[in-house]
């Protein structure tokens, strides 16, 4: 069965550094999520992408998050500089379309521990 | 998009017996959907409840909702060990589907 693959799936990094992660969606699915959980806590919205278009990163920290789907297939998000507060679990999601109807599948996630 | 709020946050109960969550939310939907996640996983989804429907069952999962109230159950029959999980509702409003969580209901099932 198709996943949705995410790299890498543990980071452990340095307060003021870079970090980066990696989803590749299901082939085929238009449209890609990146969502933050912190620990106890459910799924955040961060950014939405239909094919390489950005449909909503309003709850995107831009000052130090960007996230970029340049061929509309495989994403990066990128935190720069990193501060204690981005510890949590990065998961992508992806789906066909943006639709109500459409199921949304879920990577393994990447967790981040900023120390 | 909307955020769906699950009760009770947290559940414990004995393999066999069956467990009950719910998920209320605020505005009128299009659909709502049940998700399970294990700890330190993904999100898996579990079932699609669209709002002209009353009852959906998929093998042990039954889900209820009740659009007047605007609420939906789930109820998992003789839940097992491997049932042990967080579970949220992602209510979904209108044709841009950016499904928006809660904080969960977590379930342990005690073998």
């Known amino acids: 069965e198709a996943e949705v693959a995410q790299s890498p799936r543990y980071k452990i990094t340095e307060k003021s550094q870079a970090v980066a992660f990696w989803c590749d969606p299901i082939s085929g699915h238009a449209t890609l999520y990146w969502y933050r959980q912190i620990l106890g806590q459910g799924p955040e919205l961060l950014v939405q992408f239909q094919d390489e278009s950005v449909v909503d990163d309003s709850q995107l920290p831009k000052d130090r998050f960007s996230a970029e789907r340049l061929k509309g297939v495989d994403s990066t998000l990128k935190i720069q500089p990193a501060e204690l507060g981005d510890s949590a679990m990065y998961l992508c999601a992806s789906s066909l379309e943006s639709g109500s109807g459409n199921t949304i599948y879920f990577g393994e996630g990447s967790w981040l521990t900023v120390v | 998009s909307q955020q769906g709020e699950e009760d009770p946050q947290a559940l414990s109960i004995q393999e066999g017996e069956n467990a009950t969550m719910n998920c209320s939310y605020k505005t009128s939907i299009n659909n709502l959907q049940w998700y399970r996640q294990n700890s330190g996983r993904g999100l898996v989804h579990l079932i699609l409840?669209?709002?002209?429907?009353r009852e959906k069952h998929s093998g042990r999962l039954r889900v209820t909702l009740d659009t007047s109230k605007k609420s939906s159950s789930l109820l998992i029959t003789a839940s097992r060990a491997a049932d042990t999980a967080s579970y949220f509702c992602?209510?979904?409003?209108?044709?841009?589907?950016?499904?928006?969580f809660g904080r969960g209901t977590s379930l342990i099932v005690h073998p």
């Open positions: 409840i669209r709002s002209n429907e």
């Open positions: 992602a209510p979904v409003a209108g044709g841009s589907y950016i499904p928006t």
